[in-house]
Every structure is written in C-alpha cells, then in structure tokens.
C-alpha cells in the first residue's frame, strides 16, 4: 500500500476517533467513569440512544489502531527519506515528506495525551481530563485535516 492510501486509512480513523470522543459528555456529574465514557449514564441526554458499543473502548480500540497504521506509515517514509538520492532532482517532495514525518510524530504526541487523559479520567473523574480529552481530539483532528490538505 503506498503512502496516500496508508494516510487515507488513518485519516479516516482519526476522524472516527474524534467523533467519538466529541460525543463524550464533558462534564461529569455520574461519578462513574467507565459510565460515562461509555455514553451510558445520567450525563447523557435522556433521549441519547446508548451506543451499541462501548465509546471508551472503542475510542481505545481505534487509538492503538491508528498508532499502529502510524507506525507502518513511519517504516515507510523512513525507507523513503533513507534512499533519498532517488529524489535528488525533486525538492518538493522530499520536503513533503520531512513534513509529513514531522507530523506523524505529531500525532503520535497526540494520541499519547488522548490516551493519557482517558486513564486520567477512569482514576479521578475529573473534568479537566475530560477538558483534555476533548482539546486533544480536536487538535488530532485538525492535524490530519491539515495533512489531508498537503497530500
């Protein structure tokens, strides 16, 4: 699989993640953690249907996921920028590719504070991972928006 369709792959993960997360109430009054990144307590709407299956779980799910799409994408533009006399006579890509590196690593910093702040929240129930959680996937999100606009 080349480059623009591993991405593809990820973006679509990114955007499946952060839509998850966005549908996590931000405020916590339950007091149940797993609960409440599940969609299924009284934080929710009552009119919510309660997902089919578990938002917090799945949001892991599809963070390892994308962390390991990421890491294939990284073996790849690192195979690319180590034989990089073959793209001598074309600048322009290969400062694409620095880019899309720096990014990836980017996102991989993005997706530790995701992951860090659900663990956060399942041992204190604090909003302010929530808050984190939340900023976080918007970041991660507007990150591979970004990336899908240079590539």
Not at 22 to 35: L, S, Y
Not at 84 to 100: A, D
Request: proline share 3%; charged share 30%.
């Amino acid at each position: 699989m080349d480059l623009f369709h591993q991405f593809q792959d990820i973006y679509f993960d990114i955007v499946q993640l952060a839509e998850l997360i966005t549908r996590i109430p931000d405020t916590c009054r339950c007091g149940d953690a797993e609960a409440h990144l599940d969609g299924q307590c009284a934080c929710v709407e009552e009119e919510q249907q309660p997902p089919s299956q578990a938002r917090g779980e799945e949001c892991l799910r599809l963070l390892r996921q994308v962390e390991e799409r990421l890491r294939w994408m990284e073996d790849d533009l690192e195979h690319v920028r180590l034989n990089q006399s073959m793209m001598q006579h074309e600048p322009e890509v290969m400062q694409k590719i620095e880019m899309v590196w720096g990014e990836v690593h980017y996102l991989h910093a993005l997706l530790n504070r995701i992951e860090q702040s659900i663990e956060g929240f399942r041992l204190t129930c604090d909003d302010e991972q929530l808050r984190r959680l939340q900023g976080a996937a918007r970041e991660l999100k507007r990150c591979a928006e970004q990336l899908n606009a240079v590539l």
